[in-house]
């Protein structure tokens, strides 16, 4: 029995991406945080995956000098690829087979979820923010959409009837014209080619009658004939034969040569005889054709074009008619619906408001816990005047990090750290949607207690999914559970960008530098004591280390 592929991601590879010539990139499930100085290129990463997700692809992400850029994500054996060439040709693949991007982006997105450096800014969105709330009472609100979506068609329907009388009836008299002609035609699919066919046919009957007339000549009625031929040759052999089996065999098969010959002579006999062309046959012919170049020149430039044309007049016609009929009645259907879809979505505004609370209640624990101990968080439902499409209220999260202040839109009240810690939030309680979830800085803003309890929580986070955090912090890198490096050096004149897998003295060195710019022994002990921190919270996982401990880009 084969094995599933691993979840998550477990090897990237990159060719020709920005500062990058080559990287191979062996990654493991939990915590992985990458850093680096200002400008090594830790964003990279990012943008590598990003582009395995379809995002949209800029040719000055080539490397300079070279023709084209590659990019590939393995889960296990399973690859998805995408490839982009300084003439703005994009290609993708799925396990070696070309996909469409937008292909390649649904099978990635359901893998993949990227939290982009100012991702966090989609929360400021109503729409977005009524999305969150909305996945706790799908059920609900596709009954409503059912709802909606069939009051909106009758009332379409209704409108339709109240526009001028007038253009009702000409639009019936047209369709009925357009219908009728169609019809009256009776055409066939893939009857235009045949008619071709047999139009030439009729026009030549002269040439093809004179030359049967021809081929039967030489064959049969000349005075020196291939039949005449071969019965002599079948009469030469008739004594020798009886003498050798050989000859007996082919004096069988000139026998089948001359039944053949005689055969064909028949039909050419019959073909030779029409000489006559059939001027009926001829002008019914081409009148057919004529027909249909007219149908054709009017609705469409291939007869499948003309059919698919009746087909929805047909169907045009008889909503229409429909409607005349029902007119006296779909006003009444129209104001049911409506009914209906107001009680609908009173059903959905209760299903909602039954669930803000717990959910504004499990997103404020872990605000909280993300050094916000003051927060307040909740969903205000406003009743719209009458019910739109996704119901009859503006779902909006009101938020305020500080004490005594009152709640205010996320939009007015949240700093660019907070929003993001906000997100982070989100993405605990109601999941990431994917075995993978990878922070750009999603650190923006924050220090101290506040990237500690930051920290924690994606480590949390990592309990469940594979966490990728691109980031500036130390108190973020050093509760990861692989600590990659990103660096940018000069080999020949080029720059070039390497990724290295930290241990021991130089992910404690790395975790010096990020806490204050240099290695000094305040600075290592510092880093010591946030690794032991790290490390004490996390005894309880156990996780085979990779087999790499350099991954050197080239």
Known sequence: MSQRPPAHLTRLEIRNLATVKALELDLRGGFSAFTGETGAGKSIIVDALGLLLGSRANTDLIRSGENDLLVSGFWGEDALSRKLTHQGRSSARVDGEVVSLRELADVSQSRLTIHWQHSAQSLLSAANQRALLDQLVASDLATYHAAYRAWQDAAGRLERLRTSGRD?????????????????????????????????????????????????????????SAAGLIAEALRALNSPARYDEVLAQLQGELGAALDSVQAVAGELRSVAEDRAPDPEALEAV?????????????????????????????????????????????????????????????????????????????????????????????????????????????????????????????????????????????????????????????????????????????????????????????????????????????????????????????????????????????????????????????????????????????
């Open 168 to 224: 009702r009836a000409r639009q019936l008299d047209l369709l009925r014209f357009q219908v009728g002609e169609l019809a009256e035609a009776a055409l066939q699919a893939g009857e235009e080619e045949p008619l071709q066919a047999e139009l030439v046919r009729l026009s030549n009957v002269e040439a093809i009658s004179s030359g049967a007339a021809g081929a039967l000549e030489l064959l049969s009625d000349g005075e020196v």
């Open 286 to 554: 081409e009148g057919r054709l004529g027909l249909i170049s007219k149908l054709r020149g009017k609705y469409g430039p291939a007869l499948s074009d003309v059919l698919a044309f009746q087909v929805e007049a047909e169907r045009e016609l008889a909503a229409l008619e429909t409607d005349e009929h029902d007119a006296g009645s779909l006003e009444a259907e129209v104001d049911t619906l409506r009914a209906r879809a107001a009680q609908v979505a009173l059903s959905l505004r209760a299903a909602r408001q039954q669930a803000a609370a717990p959910l504004a209640a499990d997103l404020l624990r872990v605000i909280r816990e993300l050094g916000m101990p003051h927060a307040r968080l909740e969903f205000e439902l406003r009743p719209l005047a009458a019910p739109g499409p996704h119901g009859s209220d503006d779902v909006s999260i009101r938020f305020t990090a500080n004490p005594g202040e009152a709640l205010g839109d996320l939009a007015e009240t949240a700093s660019g750290g907070e929003l993001s810690r906000v997100m982070l939030a989100i993405s605990t309680v109601l999941g990431a949607g994917t075995p993978s979830v990878v922070f750009d800085e999603v650190d923006a803003g924050i220090g101290g207690a506040a990237a500690l309890a930051v920290a924690g929580q994606l480590a949390r986070l990592a309990d469940s999914r594979q966490v990728l955090v691109v980031t500036h912090l130390a108190q973020i890198a050093a509760r990861a559970d692989w600590h990659f490096k990103v660096e940018k050096d000069v080999e020949a004149g080029r720059t070039v960008s390497r990724v290295r897998l930290l241990s021991g003295p130089e992910r404690l060195e790395e975790i010096a530098r990020m806490l204050s710019g240099n290695t000094s022994e305040v600075a290592l002990s510092h880093a010591r004591e946030l690794l032991a921190a790290g490390e004490k919270s996390a005894t309880d996982k156990k996780k085979p280390k990779p087999s790499k401990t350099s991954l050197p880009v080239s």
